[in-house]
T-cell receptor, first 116, second 109 residues
Framework: GAVVSQHPSWVICKSGTSVKIECRSLDFQATTMFWYRQFPKQSLMLMATSNEGSKATYEQGVEKDKFLINHASLTLSTLTVTSAHPEDSSFYIC????????????FGPGTRLTVT | GQNIDQPTEMTATEGAIVQINCTYQTSGFNGLFWYQQHAGEAPTFLSYNVLDGLEEKGRFSSFLSRSKGYSYLLLKELQMKDSASYLCAALDSNYQLIWGAGTKLIIKP
């Protein structure tokens, strides 16, 4: 149980375009979803936390107008990287947590974004 | 500030035992997680400790000392597939996960 999927697995896009990444909890309802980015040989960096039906809470230094997060249902959250630039190239990982007071996060397989 | 420290890299031999240490300083504490991450993949959950002591789960065990702000992950009977990064993460008083940079474990035959 507790499977999280992400789509796409990898994407290459041109500078200035927007890219949408989907995160789905397949066999549980995700009260909270998290979006991380990870640069090579570095740890996870939390970008934002979202609860179903509410606006996402962004970490300091993360531009909310650039990284649009929508947690439309208990099984789906999307991250849209708008006007992508080469420096946005990274590994984006979502995770989901079920229920109040349950803090184990189940991670999606990640999306590798390359902006040319 | 909040901080997690763990070694950057460790090397061990197949069949041996290795201990990966983690020290943490957080605003409040609600538990400590260990995750395994293979290169290019997302992290997978290994353990969660919130009480002092050792929790054993097959070849992997995790230890916590809240008074010392210290945890370790113990891997026994190492296999080549255990080559991965091991991430330590502490849950602070706001129930936010504070992540360490990860320890890259290299297993040699």
């Amino acid at each position: 149980g507790a499977v999280v999927s992400q789509h796409p697995s990898w994407v290459i896009c041109k500078s200035g375009t927007s890219v949408k990444i989907e995160c789905r909890s397949l066999d549980f309802q995700a009260t909270t979803m998290f979006w991380y980015r990870q640069f090579p040989k570095q740890s996870l960096m939390l970008m934002a936390t979202s609860n179903e039906g509410s606006k996402a809470t962004y970490e300091q230094g993360v531009e909310k107008d650039k990284f649009l997060i929508n947690h439309a249902s208990l099984t789906l959250s999307t991250l849209t990287v708008t006007s992508a630039h080469p420096e946005d190239s990274s590994f984006y990982i979502c995770s989901a947590s079920e229920g109040q007071g349950f803090y184990e996060q189940y991670f999606g397989p990640g999306t590798r974004l390359t902006v040319t | 500030g909040q901080n997690i420290d763990q070694p950057t890299e460790m090397t061990a031999t197949e069949g041996a035992i290795v201990q990966i240490n983690c020290t943490y300083q957080t605003s409040g504490f609600n538990g400590l997680f260990w995750y395994q991450q293979h290169a290019g993949e997302a992290p997978t959950f290994l353990s969660y400790n919130v009480l002092d002591g050792l929790e054993e789960k097959g070849r992997f065990s995790s230890f916590l000392s809240r008074s010392k702000g210290y945890s370790y992950l113990l891997l026994k009977e190492l296999q080549m597939k255990d080559s991965a990064s091991y991430l330590c993460a502490a849950l602070d008083s706001n129930y936010q996960l504070i992540w360490g940079a990860g320890t890259k474990l290299i297993i040699k035959p």
